[in-house]
T-cell receptor, first 114, second 115 residues
């Protein structure tokens, strides 16, 4: 069965500093990988996804993520955070076996300080 | 614009009562999902549907039921609400055409408190 681990429950970062959120997955083959963001009181919005090709994926709001098969990781990065990036971030894994379900990590809450 | 809506946005109920949470999407998507979000657990799948009259159990389905009578709606029913079902509930949908790489689109959530 597929699973996702987000090791960091909470990260605090200064505005303008870089951000990296960790995601490790467990799956027998190359999975489909997603990052979603949840702003306070809102539903989840897709930031980016990876299913094949270039292992560095660009997303919305200036985010990028890199798939590293050797480390079973799909870490999310942003070079310079804005106060509006304060949110909860979820990594998710989907299956290439034509199943539409996603398994989500527990989430990482990002606080941005001025 | 296409969207996915949930109602009510907030609900307080008593233990033992039946509660139904509504989910409506105008994407014309085949797939619909219900998740619950709890601190430390992320999102956990309750039930899902891949088309009209199709329903399937997720990892935390006990005490919940769904029915899919049309493409647009997947109501979630708590048969007899328990305090352990206090949570935030999210509905999501996806096209159902391209397998596990599809994006799921989420509603705004329903915050349920069971007293």
């Amino acid at each position: 069965a597929q699973s996702v681990t987000q090791p960091d429950i909470h990260i605090t970062v200064s505005e303008g500093a870089s951000l990296e959120l960790r995601c490790n997955y467990s799956y027998g083959a190359t999975p489909y990988l997603f990052w979603y963001v949840q702003s306070p009181g809102q539903g989840l919005q897709l930031l980016l996804k990876y299913f094949s090709g270039d292992t560095l994926v660009q997303g919305i709001k200036g985010f990028e993520a890199e798939f590293k098969r050797s480390q079973s990781s799909f870490n999310l990065r942003k070079p310079s955070v804005h106060w509006s990036d304060a949110a909860e971030y979820f990594c998710a894994v989907g299956s290439p076996s034509n199943d539409y379900k996603l398994s989500f990590g527990a989430g990482t809450t990002v606080t941005v300080r001025a | 614009d296409a969207e996915i809506t949930q109602s009510p946005r907030h609900k307080i109920t008593e233990t033992g009562r039946q509660v139904t949470l509504a989910c409506h999407q105008t994407w014309n998507h085949n797939n619909m999902f219900w998740y619950r979000q709890d601190l430390g657990h992320g999102l956990r799948l309750i039930h899902y549907s891949y088309g009209v009259h199709d329903t399937n159990k997720g990892e935390v389905s006990d005490g919940y039921s769904v029915s899919r009578s049309n493409t647009e709606d997947l109501p979630l029913t708590l048969e007899s609400a328990a305090s352990s079902q206090t949570s935030v509930y999210f509905c999501a949908s996806s096209a159902g055409l391209a397998g596990g790489q599809e994006t799921q689109y989420f509603g705004p959530g329903t915050r349920l408190l069971v007293l």
